[in-house]
């Protein structure tokens, strides 16, 4: 059983930043692509960045130049680095692992930015 945990949210100041973690066990993480979306109150879920299992990524153009995602196979880790955060980057972020067709989802982690 795939099981995706995230950590590292919380409260920030606009400006500031996070970076979460999300630790995957039960699977051959390396042959994953590896995700991260969000979704506040009132609007759909998107995706904001992706990590495929040769390194490649891509991100959406809200968050391009202050988001990065990377990964740690040696670690089952894929992480997310958020600088330069805005309050409309405000909602709960969560991890996705996909493999072929299947994909996994972590429970989400909260991410609030307000002063």
């Known amino acids: 059983q795939v099981q995706l945990v995230e950590s590292g949210g919380g409260l920030v100041q606009p400006a500031g930043s996070l970076r979460l973690s999300c630790a995957a066990s039960?699977?051959?993480?390396?042959?994953?692509?590896m995700g991260w979306y969000r979704q506040s109150p009132g609007n759909e879920r998107e995706l904001v960045a992706h990590?495929?299992?040769?390194?490649?990524?891509n991100y959406a153009d809200s968050v391009k130049g202050r988001f990065t995602i990377s990964r740690a196979n040696a670690k089952n880790t894929v992480y997310l680095q958020m600088n330069s955060l805005k309050p409309e980057d405000t909602a709960v972020y969560y991890c996705?692992?996909?493999?072929?067709?299947?994909?996994?989802w972590g429970q989400g982690t909260q991410v609030t930015v307000s002063s």
């Open positions: 996705t692992a996909t493999l072929g067709r299947t994909q996994y």
């Open positions: 990590i495929g299992n040769d390194g490649s990524t």
């Open positions: 039960g699977t051959i993480f390396n042959m994953h692509a």
